[in-house]
């Protein structure tokens, strides 16, 4: 199997159910998440899984990078009749794991510089990345129909992105550094869900 194909030397791309442009804003999209998916996939590389702790993030995150997949298909896709593969479990998954390492690392107030480990800092960059994408997808959604879904689970994972970055170097004894003019713009932790 050859890797190069030669038809896209005149500057268009086949999606699922076309050809379009390769600037269409339904290629930057999912060319976004695949960009975000890489940096997701740099930061595994980084973590230190000799720390148990930091394996479970690590499972987190190649779950995530399989969601990334969906995600990148599903805004490739422009068929009328497309079926879509991300669904709203993985939306649920992430607030819980957010919540969860909400409650596990130190009450934030102020905003806080991007850094730390190198997977944290890694973190921050897929992070801001994803959030790029989710404005692409705004942008997609003004044009045709993009999938309600995805719009969704980027806006939840940018901010999953930020927990788990804190997480990181919560475990890795890492304190965050609050950015110096920033006044107090959080408001305390969560409260817990009842559980039923």
Same mark, same amino acid.
């Given at each position: ?8 030397? !005149? ?15 339904? =290629? ?22 000799? =720390? #148990?702790?930091?394996?479970? =993030?690590?499972?987190? /995150? ?5 969601? /990334? ?9 422009? &068929?009328?009749?497309?079926?879509? &593969?991300?669904? #709203?479990?993985?939306?649920l998954w992430l607030e ?12 934030? &107030?102020?905003f806080i510089l991007p850094?730390? %480990? ?17 404005? /692409?997808? =705004?942008?997609?959604? !003004? ?13 939840? /994972? %940018? ?5 788990? %970055? ?16 920033? !006044? ?10 009842? !559980?039923?």
């Amino acid at each position: 199997m050859r890797l190069y194909t030669k038809t896209g030397d !005149k500057g268009q791309t086949s999606v699922i159910g076309g050809r379009v442009d390769k600037d269409d804003v339904r =290629v930057e999209a999912y060319g976004t998440v695949d960009e975000a998916n890489s940096f997701v996939g740099k930061a595994r590389t980084e973590l230190d899984l000799s =720390v #148990e702790k930091l394996k479970q =993030v690590d499972q987190e /995150l190649e779950r995530i990078q399989h969601e /990334l997949f969906d995600c990148g298909g599903d805004l490739a896709n422009k &068929k009328s009749n497309r079926m879509f &593969k991300l669904e #709203e479990e993985s939306i649920l998954w992430l607030e819980e794991r957010m919540d969860a390492y909400i409650e596990e690392t130190p009450e934030l &107030k102020r905003f806080i510089l991007p850094g730390g %480990s190198d997977a944290a800092a890694t973190i921050h960059i897929a992070r801001t990345v994803t959030r790029r994408a989710e404005r /692409l997808v =705004v942008s997609l959604n !003004k044009i045709e129909e993009a999938p309600e879904v995805c719009l969704r689970y980027l806006n939840r /994972l %940018s901010d999953y992105f930020f927990a788990v %970055s804190r997480y990181i170097n919560y475990v890795n004894s890492n304190p965050d550094v609050e950015y110096i003019r920033s !006044k107090e713009v959080f408001r305390g932790k969560p409260k817990k869900k009842d !559980k039923k």
